[in-house]
């Protein structure tokens, strides 16, 4: 099969935060898996495990989503200020019932931020909180001058202002984060927004809270009422193996669900498609941003776990779903402004995952580490009909070009040619594959599923061969 790639030809940015993260108060996501506080014997920075930051800096986290998901309409802000011994405990009714003691909150969250050098992405309560509420929040994170909320948040230790980019006005306001319709929702978001001031030099970028899915009328009703007042719209789709309520299993599972899973996952372009039809018709300019705030594989959690933890292990079938949605974003850069995979570290599709002092990177962390020179480079077309099974996208930086490559099959090497426009100077390229569908890393074997050097390409003057493997994940870079 031959693939043209059109890398003379200039196109859409693909925005950084396309490979951003999301960590909710949810199971061990937060607590345990980022956060220790400063007297574990778990290294760590004022609280925060010195591994996790690490390893989320290596695959360059350009953006962090907090405090949630459902989680941020039950969050009230103030409960997480203070003297860690003052601060109120909370229930945490979504998410296994579990008591917290409310250590991690707005000056932690900025903390971690620090520590990681990425922009911060504040999801505000809409559900079970007031405008005053809100208002406040954002006055005591942004506000440089005297004010009630900016002395307050001096006297609890930050004399500086912090830089937040992103903000989101309600979360799943169709479901968890009130059951509302979306008329209702986009006269709310309008009052809500309208406190969320700009205290400091650089504008705040709003979020709306969008569709779940293929809920287009969503979309339009939002676009309709409200798109004047809003920078981007979120859109959420997990991949599932089967039904909601029937979830399969993260190991051992049958063939069935190794392809209804990719099914799932592929999805997610005809959703950016149709929901892009409807934000160009009110929206020709794309000043406004689809923000895919929360995806990924959502399967069973493992046996012997908190159900409520939503605690999965994470295989090569992971990185096949985190590759060819990466993909799906990087080829609708004009829209996709930003995505935050679900979630960070021990929920869902996690990138790591900890126990106790140990960490473990995931496979879907080699993906993003594979992917990662595709943050702000120009997205770069192509023309040709793709094999079957295969994934691809390609970008470039002034001389290099960065190409992706998923091959999901389950059997058969494929081979692939690419034609560029110009001569192919140097090459590299790195492969992530195994032979069983659902090789994972332990805390026993952590490196059982890792990236190596990838050496089986053929290059001359303009054309480059390649074989791919069944179920790998291939990334080249390439000077042209």
């Not at 860690?84 to 707005?106: A, D, Y």
Request: negative net charge; aromatic residues 12%; glycine residues 8%.
């Amino acid at each position: 099969m031959t693939i043209n790639v059109l890398n003379i030809k200039n196109g859409p940015t693909i925005s950084k935060y396309i490979y951003g993260h999301f960590s909710e108060h949810l199971g061990r996501c937060i607590y345990e898996g980022i956060y220790v506080g400063e007297d574990s014997e778990i290294p760590n920075v004022n609280g925060i495990r010195t591994d996790v930051v690490e390893a989320l800096k290596e695959i360059q986290i350009p953006v962090l989503r907090w405090p949630g998901g459902c989680f941020a309409d039950e969050y009230h802000w103030k409960d997480g200020i203070g003297p860690k011994e003052n601060r109120k405990k909370i229930v945490n009714t979504h998410w296994g019932g579990v008591t917290e003691n409310n250590h991690f909150g707005t000056h932690e969250f900025f903390e971690l931020v620090r520590q990681l050098d990425c922009e911060a992405y504040v999801n505000g309560n809409v559900g079970s909180g007031t405008v005053q509420e809100m208002q406040e929040w954002v006055e005591y994170i942004t506000m440089a001058g005297e004010s009630p909320m900016a002395n307050l948040r001096r006297e609890n230790g930050q004399e500086e202002p912090w830089k937040m980019k992103f903000f989101g006005v309600g979360n799943e306001s169709w479901g968890c984060g009130g059951n509302m319709r979306p008329e209702y929702y986009a006269d709310l978001y309008r009052q809500y927004q309208t406190y969320v001031r700009q205290y400091g030099t650089e504008k705040i970028y709003k979020i709306a809270c969008g569709p779940n899915i293929d809920d287009y009328y969503w979309m339009d009703t939002l676009m309709k009422q409200a798109g004047p007042w809003f920078d981007g719209i979120s859109l959420h789709h997990y991949a599932l193996t089967g039904e909601w309520l029937d979830k399969g299993p993260a190991t051992g599972f049958p063939e069935s669900q190794w392809w209804s899973l990719m099914k799932s996952a592929k999805k997610m372009d005809e959703l950016i498609q149709k929901h892009s039809i409807i934000m160009d018709k009110y929206d020709p300019e794309q000043r406004i941003g689809l923000i895919v705030d929360e995806w990924g594989s959502w399967l069973a959690v493992e046996p012997g776990t908190n159900p409520g933890f939503l605690y999965q292990q994470n295989t090569i079938r992971d990185a096949m779903v985190a590759a060819i949605t990466l993909n799906i974003f990087n080829n609708h850069a004009n829209r996709v402004y930003m995505a935050n995979l679900a979630q960070t570290v021990n929920v869902l599709q996690s990138v790591i995952l900890t126990e106790g002092k140990a960490m473990v990177k995931t496979p879907t962390y080699h993906v993003f580490n594979m992917y990662k020179n595709h943050q702000d480079a120009e997205l770069v077309d192509y023309y040709g009909e793709l094999p079957e099974n295969i994934s691809l996208s390609v970008s470039k930086k002034e001389h290099k070009l960065t190409v992706t490559i998923c091959h999901y099959g389950l059997e058969n090497e494929q081979e692939l040619q690419l034609n560029f426009e110009t001569e192919i100077h140097k090459y590299a390229g790195k492969i992530l594959t195994t032979k069983v569908m659902d090789a994972h890393n332990t805390f026993g074997n952590p490196n059982n599923v890792k990236i190596e050097d990838y050496e089986n390409i053929r290059t001359e003057g303009r054309k480059l061969n390649i074989k791919l493997p069944a179920m790998s994940v291939v990334s080249l870079e390439l000077e042209v």
